[in-house]
């Protein structure tokens, strides 16, 4: 499965950005799927993850209430909408792919990568 992110760029704090991230699987509905971030200096940590089933949505406590997390199977396409970016949301976002219906927040439970996309916020 490969994994394409993008939507990244130059905001300001209490701005909008909404990150893509497409699969090239064909059984894209198969998998789980997850946004994680790294910023320099930083162990890579979890933001978001949906389940298969739509309904199931996971959130790291720091974006709670401002990021949401969304697929389209009919796009092979996995979202993410962050809302009143801080500046402490600034890092590299990557979109992750699970072989399971179920989500996951550890890193290590996913198996595909995306490359990344970067996401400053400027205070």
């Known amino acids: 499965v490969q994994l394409q992110a993008f939507g990244g760029g130059l905001v300001q704090a209490g701005g909008s950005l909404r990150l893509s991230c497409v699969a090239s699987?064909?059984?894209?509905?198969?998998?789980?799927m997850g946004w994680f971030r790294q910023a320099p200096g930083k162990e890579r940590e979890f933001v978001a993850a949906i389940s298969v089933s739509t309904g199931i949505t996971y959130y790291a406590n720091s974006v709670k209430g401002r990021f949401t997390i969304s697929r389209d199977n009919a796009k092979n396409t996995v979202y993410l909408q962050m809302n009143s970016l801080k500046p402490e949301d600034t890092a590299t976002y990557y979109c992750a792919a699970r072989r399971s219906t179920m989500a996951a927040t550890r890193t290590r439970e996913y198996d595909y990568w995306g490359q990344g996309t970067q996401v400053t916020v400027s205070s």
């Open positions: 699987a064909r059984t894209f509905s198969s998998y789980a």
